[in-house]
């Protein structure tokens, strides 16, 4: 979706069209500040991540689980 916000779908489908091995990375050139930061963002907390996500009803026990699947957690800095 973040390359969505920068390159519409028919041009990449247009382009994936007649190049199947296309490398955006000339066509996206610039955008490193970008990335980064939304990088950045993802990695300090799950709001970005998690925006988009429907939500579901479950079973208490199940939501429990799930609860400390993504409780919190140590992400090593690179």
């Known amino acids: ?3 969505l916000s920068l390159v519409t779908l028919s041009q990449l ?3 994936f069209a007649r190049r199947a091995n296309f ?3 000339r066509m996206l ?3 490193e500040p970008f990335f ?3 990088l950045t963002r993802l990695r300090t907390g799950l709001g970005e ?3 988009s ?3 579901y009803r479950m079973e208490a026990g199940l939501r429990e689980e799930v609860a400390k699947a ?3 957690c140590k992400i090593q800095a690179s």
Do not use: F, H, W, Y
Request: net charge negative; no cysteine; hydrophobic share 50%.
């Open 1 to 3: 979706m973040l390359i």
């Open 13 to 15: 489908t247009a382009i």
């Open 23 to 25: 490398d955006l990375r």
């Open 29 to 31: 050139e610039g955008t």
């Open 36 to 38: 980064d930061k939304m």
């Open 49 to 51: 991540m998690t925006a």
């Open 53 to 55: 996500l429907e939500v």
């Open 70 to 72: 993504l409780g919190p």
